[in-house]
């Protein structure tokens, strides 16, 4: 069963203040719209699982909703972080989800917005919230999918973790739980990662991953936290296969198949590079490659490398494949053991 928690924050609430702004319907002799009252938010967070719901109510009347358009402005910036999230909303909530941060902070204000030329009319301050969570003991959680079948997580314990915790690792995809099958230990015995292997993972369903904090000595389970990815955004592809290399007209041509992949094997999907001996690294969408011999008799050494780029968006590259040596106009193949 869900568990739902009413979370008190600190709230710098400004009643009195308030701020407006004039619409240019004064120059056509309109009356300008003047918030005597003071439009402000009241803000309440409920913590729900691995998320926390930020909600407000305002003082608008009745009137005034009708007669405007009514939008509220959002921005929140995880502790520890400096990046500052900013969203216009309709709606008087939305759903954040921690994940590993330890709290946020987080403003909202309202805009009124004439219907008919959506120009803004007026503005209430900014509310402000903080909201502080739960210790989070981990840091630097790192997941892959690798050879199809294969799945690796790892993390980090903090220094001030509590000296007589283990984390423990599963996860859910489509309604089945996976429990962590082969674990990953420092030297003082804490589970820093989790190795997974014969795996299926449906491409376009989240993974959602739970991390859980036990307390050994008191043998009771504490924190959770959580996190979902994408499976086709953390797999690592293998290096493309079938790569062949001929000499034509004084140029090296290179040619290849995509790697097998869990998720769409369309040609569409790949972005390949190919690097060959004292030229740059070269991005190719083909499975083919064309490169000028300038100086025939130099040795030259080619390979290719693949990921996801277009159907889905994924900055984890492949290894490079094994290399193909031209020397003297002959081709030969490095490979290791």
Known sequence: MAHITFVPVVLILTLLQYKTLFSTGLANGQPDVVDELGLHNDLQITKYDSRVILSWNNNLTEEETKKYSVKYILSYTFFNTSYERKERLQEK?????LELHSGFNAKVKTQLFAKETEELIKESVWTECTYKAPPVYIQNLSCIIYNISFFNCTWHVKAEAPADIQIFFSYRQTGKYFECQQYIQNAR???IGCHMKGIYFQPSRKIKLNISVTDLKNNSRGLSYYKALLPQKIEKLNPPINVSVSLENRSIKIHWKPPPTIGSASNNCFMYQVKITDHKIVNVAAEKYEYPLHRPAK???????????????????????????????????????
């Open 93 to 97: 909530k939305k759903i954040i989800r």
């Open 299 to 337: 040795k030259y050494t080619a390979q290719v490398r693949a990921k996801k780029e277009v159907c889905i968006r994924n900055e984890i590259w492949s290894d490079w494949s094994e290399p193909v040596i031209i020397h003297d106009g002959k081709l030969s193949c490095i490979y290791h053991s």
């Open 189 to 191: 015995k804490k589970n």
